[in-house]
């Protein structure tokens, strides 16, 4: 098993970029897939990118398209996620998540996740 946490979260205005990481400070991240999810208040899990095991492919939801780099240092053991141009309505908390699979876009299709970190943005 795996266990991560996301580094990063915080405060931010509206326009401004984001950079988190997560980092599994148990077992081998690099033997999984990985992906990045968030949840607004009141609203459902919604996926925002994938990343294959060794990082040669990744992918961004529709809604971050062009403003989204997920990118990953297996020996670091750690994911990030730069999401550029933020919108107030992406507050929320952000997740990281691993599973044997690439791109799977619901979070219950993965094996392990982190707790998250609240992002806030400002308009």
């Known amino acids: 098993q795996v266990t991560l946490k996301e580094f990063g979260g915080g405060s931010v205005q509206a326009g401004d970029s984001l950079s988190l990481s997560c980092v599994a400070t148990e077992g081998d991240f690099s033997r999984y897939a990985a992906a990045w999810f968030r949840q607004a208040p009141g609203k459902e899990i919604e996926f925002v990118g994938a990343i294959t095991r060794n990082g040669v492919s990744s992918i961004c939801a529709g809604a971050v398209k062009g403003r989204c780099t997920i990118s990953r240092d297996n020996a670091k053991n750690t994911l990030y996620l730069q999401l550029d141009n933020l919108k107030s309505e992406e507050t929320a908390v952000y997740f990281c998540?691993?599973?044997?699979?690439?791109?799977?876009?619901?979070?219950?299709?993965?094996?392990?996740r982190g707790q998250g970190t609240q992002v806030t943005v400002s308009s």
């Open positions: 998540a691993g599973g044997r699979t690439f791109y799977y876009t619901s979070s219950r299709d993965y094996d392990f």
